[in-house]
């Protein structure tokens, strides 16, 4: 069994939801989740050894922890680290906090592997305040988002998991396309569906990490449509 920790917020909650259900005792998968939590008060947490985070199994919270005892709780295979996602197209905002935080948890996790989660523009017509800062403006939003964590990524040799992908092409398939009259993959302008979009940043890490076709997956969550299930195990593949 790969274990992984998530080091995130509201989005790789909404990302780890499923993944379990998915791996069917593959992957055990925990997230260190403070809502719209950015790399610079994950580490101003490292520094206070702050136990603010919830530490969470399919999104629901076990207890209250800081990220020094989090990191310790398993021998982690993987841990992923992302960007709070106001900031996530821009590099500026990366530094030094990203540095210090991977050079702490290679000092703390020698053998674990770190991933970076890139995730998702907002909706379009999201009322996001931050959303401005892209011009309002979806496709904006996705390609600063991808230019930053590109970057990111290539500068520490990190690995992604593309749910950023994932989602921006999803909204657009003509069963998600809400401006077509397709379900929305978000359930507010930003954050992702209970049921599809969760879903589908759920398949994004399945593959990555079991390394097996989205269409093997067998779960899907309760009340959904079987031929919208099928659309998003094509997208991810």
Same mark, same amino acid.
């Given at each position: 069994?790969?274990?992984?920790?998530?080091?995130?917020?509201?989005?790789?909650?909404?990302?780890?939801? %499923?993944?379990?259900?998915?791996?069917?005792? /593959?992957?055990?998968?925990?997230?260190?989740?403070?809502?719209?939590?950015?790399?610079?008060?994950?580490?101003?947490?490292?520094?206070?050894?702050?136990? /603010?985070?919830? %530490?969470?199994?399919?999104?629901?919270?076990?207890?209250?922890?800081?990220?020094?005892?989090?990191?310790?709780?398993?021998?982690?295979?993987?841990?992923?680290?992302?960007?709070?996602?106001?900031?996530?197209?821009?590099?500026?905002?990366?530094?030094?906090?990203?540095?210090?935080?991977?050079?702490?948890?290679?000092?703390?996790?020698?053998? $674990?592997?770190i991933v970076f989660h890139r995730t998702w523009p907002y909706e379009d017509n999201s009322q996001h305040?931050?959303?401005?800062?892209?011009?309002?403006?979806?496709?904006?939003?996705? /390609?600063?988002?991808?230019?930053?964590?590109?970057?990111?990524?290539?500068?520490?040799?990190?690995?992604?998991?593309?749910?950023?992908?994932?989602?921006?092409?999803?909204?657009?398939?003509?069963?998600?396309?809400?401006?077509?009259?397709?379900?929305?993959? %978000?359930?507010?302008?930003?954050?992702?569906?209970?049921d599809y979009g969760r879903y589908l940043a759920g398949l994004c890490w399945y593959r990555f990490f079991?390394?097996?076709?989205? /269409?093997?997956?067998?779960?899907?969550?309760?009340?959904?449509?079987?031929?919208?299930? $099928?659309?998003?195990?094509?997208?991810?593949?």
């Open positions: 069994m790969k274990k992984i920790l998530a080091i995130g917020n509201s989005f790789s909650q909404d990302a780890t939801r %499923y993944i379990e259900a998915m791996a069917e005792g /593959e992957l055990l998968v925990r997230n260190c989740y403070i809502g719209g939590c950015s790399l610079q008060r994950h580490w101003n947490n490292v520094v206070a050894d702050a136990a /603010e985070y919830d %530490y969470e199994k399919d999104a629901v919270a076990l207890e209250k922890i800081a990220l020094s005892d989090a990191l310790t709780r398993e021998k982690w295979d993987y841990i992923t680290v992302q960007q709070v996602s106001s900031q996530s197209g821009f590099y500026d905002s990366y530094e030094p906090f990203m540095r210090d935080l991977l050079a702490y948890v290679k000092e703390t996790c020698p053998k $674990a592997k305040g931050s959303f401005p800062l892209y011009g309002c403006d979806r496709t904006a939003m996705y /390609e600063a988002i991808v230019r930053a964590t590109d970057r990111v990524a290539t500068h520490y040799g990190l690995p992604i998991i593309d749910c950023g992908t994932a989602v921006y092409e999803g909204a657009k398939l003509p069963e998600f396309n809400v401006a077509h009259g397709g379900v929305s993959l %978000y359930r507010d302008d930003h954050h992702l569906g209970y079991t390394g097996k076709s989205a /269409e093997t997956v067998t779960f899907a969550p309760e009340n959904t449509d079987p031929q919208k299930i $099928a659309v998003l195990k094509a997208l991810v593949g």
